[in-house]
């Protein structure tokens, strides 16, 4: 088994496995480009078989995307889903509507870049009885932060300020196929009050 050879490893790699570990555990995704996030993703590549075997314990899967650069812990009955309300499932199938539209215009090695503006205005294009409020979409922006899916730009509670979107947000979505997404924003119907909650690996 690999981790009978984890005294092998310095104190500093074994800090570094265990600092990882609990970061997948709290927010369940790493990407490769967020600042804080970077060492631990390439730490995770370089020992890979190891967080492979300590998670495999434990019922986890990883799913590592190495052309985007991102990761996923993923429990393997879905115990770790993480619940949301309407509100906080409409802005997550905006992020990934608007990461799809920016990559084109994108080099390959540029992060995706939005304004809060240009999120707020498409939430209000699909025209919900229900409009967000400035408190509630912030709330919701720093709780995809919290999770590695975007890092804000400036002051989060101003509509220019920008939002780096990461490819996290590529496996928060379990689909590749970006029409799947918008027949999803589709289907949302527009009545106030909904509290239905939605599941989102």
Do not use: W
Not at 6 to 31: H, Y
Not at 103 to 126: A, G, K, M, R, V
């Amino acid at each position: 088994m690999i981790l009978e050879n984890f005294e092998e490893l310095n104190s500093g790699q074994k800090n570094m496995f265990a600092k990882t570990c609990l970061r997948l555990l709290q927010t369940g995704f790493l990407a490769r480009d967020k600042r804080d996030n970077k060492d631990m993703y390439y730490f995770l590549i370089s020992y890979k078989k190891y967080f492979d075997e300590y998670f495999s314990i434990m019922n986890y899967e990883i799913n590592l995307d190495r052309e985007n650069g991102a990761v996923q812990l993923v429990h393997q009955d879905n115990s770790n889903v993480l619940r949301l309300n309407k509100e906080e499932t409409v802005i997550l199938l905006i992020l990934r509507i608007l990461y799809h539209q920016h990559l084109s215009d994108t080099s390959i090695n540029d992060n995706i870049i939005i304004s809060i503006n240009e999120l707020h205005e498409y939430y209000d294009s699909l025209e919900l009885k229900k409009k967000i409020n400035k408190t509630d979409l912030v709330k919701i922006l720093r709780m995809y932060k919290k999770y590695n899916i975007i890092e804000p730009i400036g002051d989060i509670t101003k509509s220019n300020s920008k939002i780096i979107i990461f490819p996290t947000v590529l496996l928060a979505i379990n689909t590749s196929v970006i029409n799947d997404v918008y027949d999803l924003v589709s289907r949302i119907e527009p009545t106030q009050g909904s509290e239905d909650d939605e599941e989102v690996n």
